[in-house]
């Protein structure tokens, strides 16, 4: 019977207890607060090509999140997500991954989604819950799914996606595939048991996955020091078996050498990653958040001295690959391709009521069916109540 606890450890005789400052994990940095390089930095693979492909991807989606806060204030939707602040993390992921590779996302991924190609008009199909929504119009908004763009459809339930991604890469292993997982997680879902339950598994089986956490120092409105005592969240990395590295989660480069590297580990020697990005939230949690309830203007303003988007953008202009006039030719652009697709995709139908009860089951069972004729019936004869004209039954 195999036993891999360790019986060549060192023998004390007298008690010695460990804790944090034991095990010091450092951050990886490249890029300096003003875009310069330290001077003994390993830089990522990455060319002209696809630094300006990353820095287009900051682009849009700080159009994206600007125009669809703005849209909710207004009433057009009901709820949003931004990721202002934290872009480097998730985008930056993102370029070092193979288009097969899969993305499991927890709720502020819609970069690396942009990344991978998903287009305006699609971000508005799912936000409007249309009848061109992938998700049927089944989800309420930010909640994205691709599966030409292997894209896990995102979950509410916190952590869930964590077991899902371990499963899924044990999958590919199993297939001999080339490929694995990455999935998304904030510092609070790191407080859930799913968390645990992952990884461990990951460290037991060997899979070929990538926990990438993002730790922007809250949980909604807790912060990690009423979270966790211990030094964040890579030591339980350590712990359980996986390679593990910190990032500075505002550094594109940083991030983008870590996911390279953890790559390789994850699909070459069926090794499992944890990334642990330290980053910061500039907006609210939600639309539903008022953030300076539990947080004040001077943290806010240290972070944003640490943009991700601003770093970046002064280490292309160094390197002749961006200049102002490039900036404001691509901020336009974006912010009417995604003006343009908002007014298109709330104009499209709901999908008809039928999908309500669609995909689950091969044959619908006869509770559903007289549970979809009363629906029926019932907004048929409250019409005002139900706006029927954003419903389509059999007949129509």
Known sequence: MSDNRKTDAQIVHCPEFSDNSSLNIPTLRILQDDGTLYPDAQMPEIDQTLALKIYDTFLFVRALDERMLASQRQGRISFYMTETGEEAADIGSAAALHDEDMIMAQYREQGALAFRGFEPDEFMNQIFSNEKDYGKGRQMPIHYGSNKLHYMTVSSPLATQLPQATGYAYALKAQNKANCVICYFGDGAASEGDFHAALNMA???????????????????????EQFAGDGIAPRGVALGLKTIRVDGNDVLAVLKATQEARKLAVEQNQPVLIEAMTYRLGAHSSSDDPSGYRNKSEEDTWRAKCPVLRFKQWLIKQAWWDEEQEAARQEVHRTSVVKAMKKGEKVPAPALDELFNDVYDTLPWHLEEQHKELEQHIRKYPDAYKTTSWRFNDE
């Open 203 to 225: 460290g037991v089986l060997k899979t070929p996955s990538i926990f990438f956490c993002r730790n922007n120092g809250y949980a909604i409105s807790t912060p990690a020091h």
